[in-house]
């Protein structure tokens, strides 16, 4: 009587491994840019925060001039955090105040960290309520982004 051994062949194995790795070589960007998805989202919201922040500005100063760090009218926010997620996480944004005059402003979440490189590019919120994207890749639209 012969005694059969247990185990897998080395070609089983290889065939697992390849599996996996095919599955892998698939999944993984789906994965990625469901974080991305899920980073413009959570910055989308963010911004609308911060517009609400100037509006608070403006009801107390009556202009939005003034709400940029030192005082100045464009440049990093003076009136809330400067990166999105605000909890303190890594940033996958900057917030800035690009454009600010008495009576409107622009603000602005540009891309950085993990999420440089996004297909969605800049964010843009302006006083109306205006939502934006600039720098995305070609046939983007705001739409596609402020999700």
Do not use: H
Not at 7 to 22: F, N, P, Q, Y
Not at 116 to 145: I, P, S
Request: net charge neutral.
């Amino acid at each position: 009587m012969m005694k059969r051994q247990l185990g897998m062949t080395l070609i089983e194995l290889m065939v697992v491994v390849t599996i996996i790795a095919l599955l892998s070589v698939i999944a993984y960007p789906a994965y990625r840019e469901q974080i991305r998805s899920s980073n413009r989202s959570d910055c989308a919201g963010v911004l609308t925060s911060f517009g609400n922040a100037m509006e608070r500005f403006f009801t107390v100063n009556n202009t939005y001039l003034g709400a940029a760090a030192g005082g100045a009218d464009t440049a990093s926010p003076a009136v809330f955090p400067t990166t999105c997620p605000v909890d303190g996480a890594d940033a996958t944004y900057n917030l800035t105040i690009q454009a600010a005059a008495a009576a409107t402003y622009t603000l602005a979440a540009a891309p950085t960290g993990s999420q440089a490189g996004d297909r969605c590019g800049t964010f843009t919120l302006t006083n109306t309520g205006l939502k934006g994207v600039t720098g995305a890749d070609a046939g983007v639209t705001w739409q596609d982004c402020w999700r």
